[in-house]
């Protein structure tokens, strides 16, 4: 999934975040990030901005926690935290030993994360079980790099084309889906929908997560998601939404949540879009 490069100064991007614990949820168990950085320094980015990348690398990531108690709340915690101890450390990868490049590091990243947690379910009796999905990418001059394991997803929307779904469900009813064997309806209702076969900690002794990387043009977008959206949204609504601007000509994130909350509210909703200027 690679276009043309195009030699051209850093782009600008523009971002909208929000998160909402639905209708019937008592806590939020969704968490996301949005960062700068380089070398030297990481910067929290607000739920709403812009910024160019000739001032450092971005991140915007979603992550969903699993567990009992207050324990998938912990959960999606720990992930954000992670990553922002390792990726400032890991710009200058020489010296913290990174041979290899993007990818190389958000796979560091995905196994320390999931050790933390699988540690912490080991010692803690609370904690037992707790797990979270991941989806991220990383913007940088040309490229986007992503990560993503369990069921919280990323959609690119390219300038000039369709919705496209780029990470998997890490389900049976995703792979069943990938397979061709139920369309989007069917996998919405089957019964088994939320049942992860990959997660950070939760049980998983071992973890596959998927990596890969877009070169992205301007205009495209990107929305980085929880389930809680795509239960309440059908993907023509997603990518209606996606594309379409609020009445002050800003991204369109908090209508994309209010409607999957209106919808459906049975989960916690959050939503990242991302805009390349």
Same mark, same amino acid.
């Given at each position: 999934?690679?276009?043309?490069?195009?030699?051209?100064?850093?782009?600008?991007?523009?971002?909208?975040?929000?998160?909402?614990?639905?209708?019937?949820?008592?806590?939020?168990?969704?968490?996301?990030?949005?960062?700068?950085?380089?070398?030297?320094?990481?910067?929290?980015?607000?739920?709403?901005?812009?910024?160019?990348?000739?001032?450092?690398?971005?991140?915007?990531?979603?992550?969903? =926690?699993? /567990?009992?108690? *207050?324990?998938?709340?912990?959960?999606? !915690? %720990?992930?954000?935290?992670?990553?922002? &101890?390792? @990726?400032?450390?890991?710009?200058?990868?020489?010296?913290?030993?990174?041979?290899?490049?993007?990818?190389?590091?958000?796979?560091?990243?995905?196994?320390?994360?999931?050790?933390?947690?699988?540690?912490?379910?080991?010692?803690?009796?609370?904690?037992?079980?707790?797990?979270?999905?991941?989806?991220?990418?990383?913007?940088?001059?040309?490229?986007?790099?992503?990560?993503?394991?369990?069921?919280?997803?990323?959609?690119?929307?390219?300038?000039?084309?369709?919705?496209?779904?780029?990470?998997?469900?890490?389900?049976?009813?995703?792979?069943?889906?990938?397979?061709?064997?139920?369309?989007?309806?069917?996998?919405?209702?089957?019964?088994?929908?939320?049942?992860?076969?990959?997660?950070? =900690?939760? /049980?998983?002794? *071992?973890?596959?997560?998927?990596?890969? !990387? %877009?070169?992205?043009?301007?205009?495209? &977008?990107? @929305?980085?998601?929880?389930?809680?959206?795509?239960?309440?949204?059908?993907?023509?609504?997603?990518?209606?939404?996606?594309?379409?601007?609020?009445?002050?000509?800003?991204?369109?994130?908090?209508?994309?949540?209010?409607?999957?909350?209106?919808?459906?509210?049975?989960?916690?909703?959050?939503?990242?879009?991302?805009?390349?200027?």
């Amino acid at each position: 999934m690679e276009n043309a490069a195009i030699d051209a100064p850093p782009p600008t991007l523009r971002w909208s975040g929000m998160t909402d614990v639905g209708r019937f949820r008592k806590n939020n168990e969704d968490t996301f990030l949005a960062l700068r950085f380089d070398a030297r320094e990481l910067c929290y980015l607000g739920k709403t901005g812009a910024g160019s990348l000739d001032e450092g690398d971005f991140l915007f990531a979603v992550s969903d =926690g699993m /567990g009992g108690a *207050k324990s998938g709340e912990f959960a999606s !915690r %720990i992930a954000v935290e992670k990553i922002t &101890r390792l @990726l400032p450390k890991s710009f200058s990868m020489g010296a913290q030993h990174f041979d290899g490049g993007p990818s190389d590091v958000l796979m560091e990243l995905f196994g320390q994360i999931h050790q933390a947690m699988v540690e912490m379910g080991r010692h803690y009796e609370e904690c037992a079980g707790m797990g979270a999905t991941l989806s991220l990418c990383w913007f940088m001059p040309g490229w986007v790099h992503f990560g993503h394991i369990g069921d919280s997803r990323i959609y690119y929307l390219p300038v000039d084309g369709p919705l496209i779904q780029v990470s998997e469900d890490h389900s049976y009813v995703g792979w069943m889906q990938r397979q061709g064997q139920l369309n989007e309806r069917e996998a919405r209702n089957h019964p088994q929908r939320h049942a992860l076969n990959q997660a950070l =900690g939760g /049980g998983q002794k *071992k973890i596959e997560p998927q990596f890969g !990387r %877009i070169n992205a043009r301007q205009g495209d &977008r990107f @929305l980085i998601c929880s389930d809680g959206l795509v239960d309440g949204l059908w993907d023509r609504k997603i990518e209606e939404l996606t594309r379409a601007n609020d009445e002050a000509d800003q991204l369109n994130t908090p209508r994309l949540v209010r409607e999957a909350v209106t919808d459906s509210g049975r989960d916690n909703t959050t939503a990242v879009v991302v805009e390349i200027l």
